[in-house]
Protein backbone atom coordinates (compact mmCIF):
# COMPACT_ATOMS: atom_id res chain seq x y z
CA UNK A 1 0.00 0.00 0.00
CA UNK A 2 1.71 3.48 -0.72
CA UNK A 3 1.89 6.25 1.46
CA UNK A 4 -0.58 8.64 0.27
CA UNK A 5 -3.59 5.23 0.66
CA UNK A 6 -1.74 4.50 3.70
CA UNK A 7 -2.72 7.79 5.73
CA UNK A 8 -6.45 7.21 4.82
CA UNK A 9 -8.86 9.79 3.63
CA UNK A 10 -6.24 12.06 2.35
CA UNK A 11 -9.54 13.47 0.26
CA UNK A 12 -11.01 15.03 3.35
CA UNK A 13 -8.57 15.80 5.87
CA UNK A 14 -8.15 18.97 5.12
CA UNK A 15 -11.50 19.89 6.11
CA UNK A 16 -10.26 19.36 9.67
CA UNK A 17 -6.90 20.94 9.58
CA UNK A 18 -5.27 22.52 11.93
CA UNK A 19 -3.11 25.66 11.06
CA UNK A 20 0.24 24.40 11.74
CA UNK A 21 2.51 24.71 9.10
CA UNK A 22 5.41 22.38 8.72
CA UNK A 23 9.03 24.40 7.72
CA UNK A 24 11.48 22.69 5.71
CA UNK A 25 15.08 23.55 5.08
CA UNK A 26 17.36 26.80 5.03
CA UNK A 27 20.20 25.06 6.78
CA UNK A 28 19.24 25.29 10.38
CA UNK A 29 17.51 27.00 12.90
CA UNK A 30 20.71 29.07 14.02
CA UNK A 31 21.66 30.17 10.49
CA UNK A 32 19.78 30.94 7.44
CA UNK A 33 16.66 29.55 8.71
CA UNK A 34 16.36 31.91 11.54
CA UNK A 35 14.80 34.52 9.39
CA UNK A 36 11.70 32.96 8.16
CA UNK A 37 11.18 31.27 11.37
CA UNK A 38 11.46 34.90 13.50
CA UNK A 39 9.02 36.36 11.17
CA UNK A 40 6.74 33.49 11.65
CA UNK A 41 7.14 33.46 15.79
CA UNK A 42 6.20 37.37 15.90
CA UNK A 43 3.61 37.05 13.94
CA UNK A 44 2.42 33.91 15.77
CA UNK A 45 2.32 31.45 13.24
CA UNK A 46 3.12 27.77 14.72
CA UNK A 47 5.48 25.69 12.92
CA UNK A 48 7.35 22.69 12.77
CA UNK A 49 10.95 22.73 11.48
CA UNK A 50 13.08 20.06 10.18
CA UNK A 51 16.52 20.83 8.55
CA UNK A 52 18.13 20.77 5.37
CA UNK A 53 20.68 17.88 6.16
CA UNK A 54 17.97 15.55 7.93
CA UNK A 55 15.70 13.41 5.51
CA UNK A 56 11.96 13.63 5.33
CA UNK A 57 10.28 11.29 7.57
CA UNK A 58 6.58 9.29 6.78
CA UNK A 59 5.45 10.74 10.36
CA UNK A 60 5.07 14.02 8.89
CA UNK A 61 2.90 12.74 6.40
CA UNK A 62 0.02 11.87 9.05
CA UNK A 63 -0.02 15.37 10.78
CA UNK A 64 -2.53 17.95 8.79
CA UNK A 65 -0.50 20.70 7.98
CA UNK A 66 -2.25 24.37 6.86
CA UNK A 67 0.90 24.29 4.46
CA UNK A 68 4.38 22.89 4.01
CA UNK A 69 7.06 25.60 3.00
CA UNK A 70 10.32 24.21 1.22
CA UNK A 71 13.32 26.67 1.01
CA UNK A 72 16.94 24.84 0.11
CA UNK A 73 15.60 21.73 1.30
CA UNK A 74 17.33 19.10 -1.27
CA UNK A 75 15.02 16.86 -3.41
CA UNK A 76 16.86 14.25 -2.18
CA UNK A 77 15.89 14.43 1.42
CA UNK A 78 12.56 12.92 -0.59
CA UNK A 79 11.81 9.52 -1.64
CA UNK A 80 9.66 9.35 -4.84
CA UNK A 81 6.79 7.45 -2.95
CA UNK A 82 6.79 10.55 -0.52
CA UNK A 83 6.79 12.91 -3.04
CA UNK A 84 3.53 11.51 -4.73
CA UNK A 85 2.00 11.56 -1.29
CA UNK A 86 3.00 15.33 -0.65
CA UNK A 87 1.46 16.28 -4.10
CA UNK A 88 -2.01 14.12 -2.78
CA UNK A 89 -1.99 16.42 0.17
CA UNK A 90 -1.74 19.36 -1.57
CA UNK A 91 -4.31 18.20 -3.82
CA UNK A 92 -6.83 17.48 -0.78
CA UNK A 93 -5.78 20.64 0.60
CA UNK A 94 -2.79 21.26 2.12
CA UNK A 95 -0.57 24.45 0.81
CA UNK A 96 2.55 24.31 -0.82
CA UNK A 97 4.40 27.17 -0.63
CA UNK A 98 8.42 26.38 -1.89
CA UNK A 99 11.42 30.13 -1.80
CA UNK A 100 14.00 30.06 -3.63
CA UNK A 101 17.48 29.05 -3.17
CA UNK A 102 20.37 26.76 -4.59
CA UNK A 103 18.64 23.27 -3.35
CA UNK A 104 15.07 24.68 -4.46
CA UNK A 105 13.01 24.73 -7.86
CA UNK A 106 15.82 23.10 -10.07
CA UNK A 107 18.91 25.06 -8.36
CA UNK A 108 22.33 23.12 -8.80
CA UNK A 109 21.61 19.55 -8.73
CA UNK A 110 18.44 19.16 -10.40
CA UNK A 111 16.52 18.98 -7.31
CA UNK A 112 12.69 18.82 -8.08
CA UNK A 113 12.58 19.65 -11.64
CA UNK A 114 11.58 15.96 -12.19
CA UNK A 115 9.40 14.99 -9.04
CA UNK A 116 5.70 15.10 -8.95
CA UNK A 117 6.07 18.74 -7.43
CA UNK A 118 6.69 19.77 -10.99
CA UNK A 119 3.14 19.34 -11.52
CA UNK A 120 2.04 20.89 -8.21
CA UNK A 121 3.94 24.03 -8.49
CA UNK A 122 3.02 27.09 -10.68
CA UNK A 123 5.70 27.54 -12.33
CA UNK A 124 7.67 25.65 -15.03
CA UNK A 125 11.39 24.66 -14.20
CA UNK A 126 14.43 24.90 -15.97
CA UNK A 127 15.72 21.74 -17.29
CA UNK A 128 19.73 23.26 -16.12
CA UNK A 129 21.10 25.08 -13.37
CA UNK A 130 18.48 28.14 -12.89
CA UNK A 131 20.49 29.92 -10.44
CA UNK A 132 20.80 33.85 -11.53
CA UNK A 133 23.02 35.65 -8.88
CA UNK A 134 22.85 39.34 -9.79
CA UNK A 135 25.80 41.86 -8.63
CA UNK A 136 24.60 44.98 -9.86
CA UNK A 137 20.25 46.19 -8.95
CA UNK A 138 17.66 43.58 -9.13
CA UNK A 139 14.42 45.59 -8.49
CA UNK A 140 10.75 43.91 -7.53
CA UNK A 141 8.31 44.78 -10.00
CA UNK A 142 4.60 44.50 -8.81
CA UNK A 143 2.24 43.52 -11.49
CA UNK A 144 -1.43 42.88 -9.95
CA UNK A 145 -3.12 43.35 -6.51
CA UNK A 146 -3.55 40.37 -4.56
CA UNK A 147 -3.55 39.90 -0.98
CA UNK A 148 0.00 38.94 -0.39
CA UNK A 149 1.15 42.12 -1.19
CA UNK A 150 -1.85 44.07 -0.07
CA UNK A 151 -1.06 47.13 1.49
CA UNK A 152 2.98 47.06 0.75
CA UNK A 153 4.68 50.03 -1.00
CA UNK A 154 6.44 47.98 -3.86
CA UNK A 155 5.83 50.71 -6.17
CA UNK A 156 7.21 53.78 -3.68
CA UNK A 157 9.90 51.88 -2.11
CA UNK A 158 10.88 49.28 -4.58
CA UNK A 159 13.38 46.79 -2.29
CA UNK A 160 15.99 44.73 -4.19
CA UNK A 161 16.82 41.18 -4.32
CA UNK A 162 20.57 39.33 -4.91
CA UNK A 163 19.60 36.89 -6.79
CA UNK A 164 16.81 34.21 -7.80
CA UNK A 165 15.79 30.80 -9.44
CA UNK A 166 14.72 31.44 -12.84
CA UNK A 167 11.45 29.58 -14.23
CA UNK A 168 8.02 30.26 -15.98
CA UNK A 169 4.88 31.17 -15.11
CA UNK A 170 2.34 27.99 -16.15
CA UNK A 171 -0.49 28.59 -18.14
CA UNK A 172 -3.78 30.27 -15.86
CA UNK A 173 -1.18 30.74 -12.95
CA UNK A 174 -1.03 34.71 -11.40
CA UNK A 175 2.23 36.53 -11.86
CA UNK A 176 2.39 39.04 -8.94
CA UNK A 177 5.67 39.58 -8.90
CA UNK A 178 8.25 40.17 -11.08
CA UNK A 179 12.25 40.73 -10.87
CA UNK A 180 13.91 42.77 -13.28
CA UNK A 181 17.87 43.85 -13.66
CA UNK A 182 19.67 46.71 -13.94
CA UNK A 183 23.10 47.81 -15.48
CA UNK A 184 24.00 51.12 -13.37
CA UNK A 185 26.79 53.27 -14.39
CA UNK A 186 28.34 56.75 -12.95
CA UNK A 187 27.23 59.53 -15.62
CA UNK A 188 28.79 63.08 -15.88
CA UNK A 189 27.97 65.09 -13.07
CA UNK A 190 28.07 62.41 -10.47
CA UNK A 191 24.54 60.88 -11.21
CA UNK A 192 23.77 57.51 -11.50
CA UNK A 193 21.77 56.49 -14.77
CA UNK A 194 20.17 52.84 -14.49
CA UNK A 195 19.27 50.70 -17.75
CA UNK A 196 17.25 47.15 -17.74
CA UNK A 197 19.52 45.17 -19.36
CA UNK A 198 17.00 42.01 -19.33
CA UNK A 199 13.89 40.97 -19.11
CA UNK A 200 11.98 40.86 -16.05
CA UNK A 201 11.44 37.54 -15.01
CA UNK A 202 8.50 36.01 -12.83
CA UNK A 203 9.20 36.22 -8.68
CA UNK A 204 5.78 35.38 -7.37
CA UNK A 205 3.96 33.14 -8.88
CA UNK A 206 0.29 31.70 -7.26
CA UNK A 207 -2.20 29.21 -8.37
CA UNK A 208 -3.88 25.91 -7.41
CA UNK A 209 -3.74 22.66 -7.54
CA UNK A 210 -6.58 20.64 -6.39
CA UNK A 211 -8.42 22.06 -3.28
CA UNK A 212 -4.47 23.18 -1.98
CA UNK A 213 -3.11 26.62 -2.72
CA UNK A 214 0.87 26.90 -4.27
CA UNK A 215 3.04 29.47 -4.07
CA UNK A 216 6.52 29.80 -5.93
CA UNK A 217 8.83 32.44 -4.75
CA UNK A 218 12.02 32.64 -6.63
CA UNK A 219 14.45 34.28 -4.08
CA UNK A 220 15.10 33.32 -0.45
CA UNK A 221 14.21 34.92 2.74
CA UNK A 222 17.76 34.94 4.12
CA UNK A 223 21.06 36.06 3.10
CA UNK A 224 22.28 36.36 0.21
CA UNK A 225 20.04 36.21 -2.43
CA UNK A 226 17.29 37.87 -0.21
CA UNK A 227 19.56 40.99 -0.74
CA UNK A 228 17.85 44.55 0.23
CA UNK A 229 14.87 42.81 0.93
CA UNK A 230 15.58 41.34 4.19
CA UNK A 231 15.90 45.16 5.58
CA UNK A 232 13.00 46.55 3.51
CA UNK A 233 10.86 48.36 5.60
CA UNK A 234 10.20 52.11 7.77
CA UNK A 235 10.27 50.22 11.54
CA UNK A 236 12.71 47.50 11.89
CA UNK A 237 11.27 43.95 13.78
CA UNK A 238 13.40 41.89 16.62
CA UNK A 239 11.87 38.50 16.94
CA UNK A 240 13.44 34.89 18.08
CA UNK A 241 11.78 31.28 17.49
CA UNK A 242 12.55 28.97 19.70
CA UNK A 243 15.94 27.49 19.15
CA UNK A 244 17.00 30.08 16.40
CA UNK A 245 18.97 32.70 16.45
CA UNK A 246 17.69 36.58 17.16
CA UNK A 247 16.35 38.55 13.85
CA UNK A 248 16.44 42.25 13.06
CA UNK A 249 14.73 43.02 9.74
CA UNK A 250 12.63 45.29 8.13
CA UNK A 251 8.88 45.47 8.63
CA UNK A 252 7.49 45.45 5.59
CA UNK A 253 10.05 42.28 4.87
CA UNK A 254 8.44 40.32 7.80
CA UNK A 255 4.76 41.71 6.80
CA UNK A 256 5.71 39.81 2.73
CA UNK A 257 6.92 36.64 4.15
CA UNK A 258 3.79 36.53 6.56
CA UNK A 259 1.34 37.31 4.24
CA UNK A 260 2.56 34.69 1.73
CA UNK A 261 2.54 31.98 4.79
CA UNK A 262 -1.04 32.94 5.12
CA UNK A 263 -2.13 32.94 2.06
CA UNK A 264 -1.07 29.81 1.22
CA UNK A 265 -2.42 28.23 4.07
CA UNK A 266 -5.76 29.78 3.24
CA UNK A 267 -5.62 32.36 6.67
CA UNK A 268 -6.08 35.44 4.29
Known amino acids: MGICLAYGGVMDIFERMNT ?3 YLGDTTLDTAASY ?3 VMKHFKIDFDYRPSDQAFIDDL ?6 VMIISDYPGSN ?3 EQLEAVAEKVKAGMGLLMLGGWESFTGANHEYTDTPLKDVLPVVMQPSDDRINSSGPCLIE ?3 DHEIVAGLPFEKHTP ?3 GFNRFQSKPGANTILWSRQFRAFLKEGDDFEFEPFAEAEPLLVVSN ?3 GRTCAFATDAAPHWVGGLVDWGDARVESQAEGAEAIEVG ?3 AQFFANMVKWTARQI
Do not use: C, Q, R
Not at 61 to 66: F, I, M, N, P
Open 20 to 22: KIL
Open 36 to 38: LAG
Open 61 to 66: LAKDYA
Open 78 to 80: FTA
Open 142 to 144: KSV
Open 160 to 162: GIG
Open 209 to 211: YGK
Open 251 to 253: NWY
